[in-house]
């Protein structure tokens, strides 16, 4: 991966600073919301209206962040006026994440960049940070929107209502308090704790953030044993922030990224959990595990120097599991 700094690339490792071999991830910089009238959101500033065909979405189907993004946009039915573009699943030190031709690929048809940088620098020239996806983009003012995807996943949830999006809401407003909680518990132990396991370059943080990720996957394990989802009796975006690193963690995270006390399928109530959100069609579209391992494997040269792309494991997300039991 690299740093921008004012337009000038310094290839470094990947998207994080680190401290006495701790993973640290870094704030996202563009945080502006787009509104139903155009107005400021909770951050930022205004002037981006919710409006069919102005925004663009720049992603990677590897990453869990813009993986919970591309979730939302397809259970919303934004295809049609938010469009996307995807990143090459290798991302390398020199140039980062590109645009150059392979599998899964859908070139940038807006700004017709080559290198995801470019678009960074295109939106405020002397951008000096992480170049990350997902990174929301309006055609209108040729500008970058927002890169933190948490908050594009609640402008998508609600922002597009009016313009025909698909009904269904998933930050609603009588468990709002109970989603931010578990959204909190679920990013820092195990969204942001795989990486911090993965990217450790001492023992003592690496096993600091394993003994993390497995405490708290024990406690989702036993929560959704007696409820089929993490809030109320609704997919909400507490499920979808969870599922996109479980969909990855025996795939990648489980050999890796060294977070190998327990597979996936080893949670029978987690991995249930997983089976069944898998059956939304729109949510197994978005999948794609084989551009997930390629990216991962490939690209961190500092973690699998030798680039070899593991053939497994063989897993079937397919199979249909009832839990409505739990309704």
């Known amino acids: 991966m690299g740093f921008l700094v004012n337009g000038h690339w310094e290839p470094v490792w990947y998207d994080t600073k680190t401290t006495q071999g701790e993973f640290k991830r870094m704030e996202s910089v563009f945080r502006n919301w787009i509104t139903v009238d155009g107005k400021a959101g909770s951050t930022g500033v205004g002037g981006f209206k919710a409006e069919a065909n102005r925004y663009h979405l720049y992603i990677s189907l590897a990453c869990p962040w813009a993986h919970r993004v591309l979730i939302m946009r397809k259970l919303k039915g934004l295809e049609e006026m938010i469009s996307v573009s995807v990143v090459n699943s290798y991302m390398s030190d020199q ?3 590109t645009f150059h031709e392979g599998t899964g690929v859908v070139e940038d048809f807006i700004n017709h960049k080559t290198r995801l940088h470019e678009i960074y620098s295109l939106a405020k020239p002397d951008f000096t940070g992480v170049v990350s996806v997902p990174l929301l983009w309006d055609k209108k003012q040729q500008t970058a929107v927002n890169n933190e995807s948490s908050e594009i996943i609640r402008m998508l949830n609600t922002e597009f209502d009016h313009l025909g999006a698909t009904p269904g809401d998933y930050y609603p407003e009588t468990q709002q308090t109970e989603v931010d909680e578990i959204n909190a518990f679920v990013y820092d132990n195990i969204n942001n704790g795989v990486y911090r396991a993965g990217f450790a370059t001492q023992q ?30 609704q997919l909400t975006e507490a499920d979808i922030r969870l599922f996109t690193t479980l969909i990855r963690f025996d795939a990648v995270y489980y050999g890796h990224f060294k977070c190998n006390l327990k597979r996936l399928i080893d949670y029978p109530s987690l991995f249930n959990y997983v089976l069944d959100l898998y059956q939304y069609e729109k949510i197994a579209e978005t999948v794609d595990l084989d551009y997930t391992k390629a990216h991962y494997y490939g690209s961190h040269d500092t973690i699998n120097p030798s ?10 997300f397919s199979q249909a599991h009832n839990r409505n039991q739990f309704e």
Request: proline share 7%; glycine share 10%; with cysteine.
């Open 307 to 316: 680039g070899i792309i593991p053939l497994g494991p063989t897993q079937d």
């Open 95 to 97: 140039e980062g994440w």
């Open 204 to 233: 003592a943080p690496y096993e600091r953030a394993v003994t993390k990720l497995f405490n708290a996957l024990e406690v989702c394990e036993e929560r959704l044993s007696t409820q089929r989802y993490l809030v109320g009796n």
